[in-house]
Structure formats: C-alpha cells, structure tokens
C-alpha cells in the first residue's frame, strides 16, 4: 500500500497553502479509507488492489490548522472518479452537472416536509469573504425549482464580523466552498428559511467565535459551523464566550479524521453532528445509512459532560449527538464559482451534515426562550433512525468509533425521521 501527502497550490490569506495533516489516532479509520480509496484529511490512500469502482478521489477544502486556536473548514469536495460507483450504489456522479444528492433526496432520505420554516433565520458562519455567494446561490436554487434567496427579497443577508455588510474580510477560495456548500443545503432542507451569512475575519476560534454570538445577536435562532480545531484547556472560556446561548440551537461539525474529538464539536452548549453514509435501497423507508469512517466521535478531554447526556463509557462530553450524511462518496451536490475549478460539484464531510440539522431545527420551530436546543434529540430518540453499522477507528470496539444500537460516538442517536427530535 503507498500513503502519500497531498496539498492544494491555493494558499488562503496568510500565505498558507491548503495542506493536511492526519493524527494518529485516525490510522484505523484511513485503513478503512484506503478499501474505498478515497482521500482523507489530505492523505491519499492508494492502492492498485483496493481501488473502488470509478476510483474516487477527494480532496478537503480549508488549509489544516497549524497553530493552537485556528480552525479548518470540514468541506471534502470530490475531485475525480465514482462514475461505476454511482450506477451500482446510487452514490455520486462527478462527472455530471449537477451530480450528487439534491434537495429532494435529502427531504425524502430524513422524512422532511416540503414546507414549514417561513421566515426563520439560519446563520452560517464562516471565515474569509465568499464573493460569489449570492450569485451560486441562486443558480443552486433555480437549478431545483426553490423560490429565489437575495439580497433584495430580504430572505439572504451576508455580514462580516461586526455586522456590517460593508465590512466584509478577504477572499479565500477554500473557505468560498465551504460557504457555497454551506447555504446549498439550508436551501436544500428549509427553502423556505432566511439565510444569514456572517463572514469571521480569520480561521482562529477568537473571531468564528465573535460571528457565532454576532449571528444570535441579528436575531438567528438557528448558527450552524462547519469548521474544527484540536482541543485546548482554553475550551471551557470559549464555550462561555462564544457558544452558550439558551434558546438559540447552535450546531458543529463533528470531524472528517476520523475517531478523536475536535473543537467546538466537543462543547456542552451544541449540537454535535456527526456523519453517515447514505443509499437508496428498497427498505421501507427507501435508503440505508451506516457511521461514515471519517465522522469524527469520541470522549473530550476537557468539556464536562452535559446533564442530558448520560452515556456510561465517557465521564466527560462524549461526541456525536446526532448526524446526517457526510461520505464524499454518498455525497451532495455543491455549486461554486469563486476560485479554481468553478460550477456544480460535489461535497461530503460533516460540513453536509451540521447545516442540514440546523436547518431541521429552524423547520421544527423556535426553541423556547431559555431552552437547550441540544438536549432535545435526547428526549426523543423514537423519532430518529438509529444507524447500526460501520467504524471511524480504533476505541478497543466500543461505541466512541462503531455504528451500534442505541447511542453512538459517529452518529450519535442517530439521522433525522421528521421534525419530532428537534422540537422542543
């Protein structure tokens, strides 16, 4: 088997280029990896003997975080292959415009209904500026029929981090992607929802962290972040400056390397979302999900574990809460014109999956005031499928890395059946 590192020749603001790296605690779940030879967190994972059908190749979107504090985007685009892949499972088609799953097989995979959400605000947010937003925007929109999203209808709004619209930080092509993915699928899941884009200066927690209290404070009840960092014994400040918000459902991402913890994934005041790898199939409920072996799971070194959460394993937070689809292999369709490649596309990683439950939030209604948005999936686990089956890793075969009944670490309680476990 050959392991090389790869990197993208697109540097973001600062200079970096959008290089990756892996921890060793993902060994196991590249392992798994490599028999569908994809790419994960920037390392491909070659070999003649194990290639899958139609050779899928993926690539992550944001620079790795280098430094203590900064944040990487969690978007895994598809670069190439799936085209046999995609006959035989109802997976992706790169090759085709667009290709991917669209609004549709999201409602009908997570029992959703065409309606509901009107005038409700789900925030993203996001570092660097995404020129094109508005405009991919309406094309994925259009594309599938929704009703149009602008700047002049007042259903989309984008800000940077003060507020202002005029105030907007620098490009970067990287983090353009992860946008257009981003507010495609708010679209996607609650057409019917405003969107609120708050732009962060940089990728450090300091400024993502000013935009996610920036976002509740223009009246979102619904944040959604799809971006990760190493856990820090700063944490426990970031979680009381930045994420505790009662009443407002405050969703992130929960990884794509695999079992081990990331931030603010890892804090007690949201909604961990982990991922699955989605199929049709001829079940009753028509697909199929298993634990995507990129979803990020485990138990956190440093947040203490929330009063609903009450598995045995972890003493401290233990994540997932929940999860949708995330596999680049089952992945979504994306459209995104800033920077390189440019058109329809497609996307995995938990950067699908967090705005997905935000937006299914936002369709079941306004939290009350003072509640805790994260602890509802918990009251009511009879209106989830639980996803039994697949692995991220090595937890010595526990629950913290494997699909099983009942709580999980890569799904959590497991993907979406209607509104009913996100209602308050």
């Keep these: ?3 090389t590192l790869g990197t993208s020749r697109t540097p973001d603001p600062s200079g970096s280029p959008r290089a990756h790296h892996t921890r060793p605690s993902v060994k196991a779940g590249l392992a798994l990896a490599a028999a569908a030879g994809l790419t994960v967190s920037g390392l491909v994972v070659a070999s003649a003997a194990t290639a899958a059908p139609g050779g899928l190749t993926t690539a992550h979107s944001c620079a790795a975080a280098k430094k203590s504090g900064q944040m990487s985007c969690l978007a895994v685009k598809v670069t190439g292959g799936a085209s046999s892949l995609a006959r035989s499972t109802g997976a992706v088609r790169p090759a085709d415009a667009p290709s991917g799953f669209g609004p549709a097989d999201l409602r009908s995979a997570y029992a959703l209904p065409d309606t509901g959400g009107d005038g409700a605000t789900v925030a993203i947010v996001d570092a660097y500026d995404d020129p094109n937003a508005e405009q991919d925007l309406a094309t994925y929109r259009s594309t599938y029929g929704l009703p149009a999203c602008t700047t002049a209808n007042g259903c989309f709004r984008k800000v940077g981090q003060s507020g202002s619209s005029s105030a907007l930080p620098a490009p970067n092509d ?3 992607e992860e946008i257009s993915l981003d507010v495609d699928m708010v679209s996607a899941v609650c057409p019917s929802c405003h969107i609120l884009l708050v732009e962060a200066d940089s990728s450090m927690m300091t400024d993502l962290g000013s935009s996610v209290n920036t976002a509740v404070s223009l009246g979102a009840k619904y944040v959604s972040n799809s971006y990760g ?3 820090s014994p700063a944490d426990s400040s970031y979680d009381t400056s930045y994420f505790d918000h009662p009443g407002v459902a405050v969703t992130v991402s929960a990884g794509d390397a695999g079992y081990g913890v990331e931030y603010p994934a890892g804090s007690s005041y949201v909604t961990a979302v982990g991922g699955t790898s989605l ?4 079940s009753a409920r028509g697909w199929s999900e298993s634990a995507w072996a990129g979803s990020g799971s485990g138990c956190s070194a440093y947040d203490t574990k929330p009063a609903w959460q009450t598995d045995s394993g972890c003493a401290n937070r233990a ?8 596999d680049p292999a089952t992945g979504v369709a994306v459209h995104d014109t800033y920077g390189g490649d440019g058109g329809w596309e497609v996307f995995g990683g938990t950067s699908v999956s967090s705005p997905i439950i935000a937006s299914i939030y936002a369709l079941a209604g306004t939290p009350a005031e003072g509640s805790t948005p994260s602890s509802f999936p918990y009251a009511r686990t009879g209106d989830l499928n639980d996803v039994v089956g697949g692995s991220n890793g090595e937890c010595g075969g526990g629950y913290l890395c494997t699909g099983l009944a009942g709580f999980d670490g890569p799904t959590g309680l497991g993907t979406p059946n209607g509104l009913g476990a996100f209602t308050g």
């Design 229 to 231: 960092g190493g856990e």
């Design 319 to 326: 994540v997932a809460d929940v999860s949708a689809v995330a």
């Design 174 to 176: 990287g983090w353009a």
């Design 1 to 3: 088997m050959r392991f």
């Design 279 to 282: 199929t049709k199939d001829s």
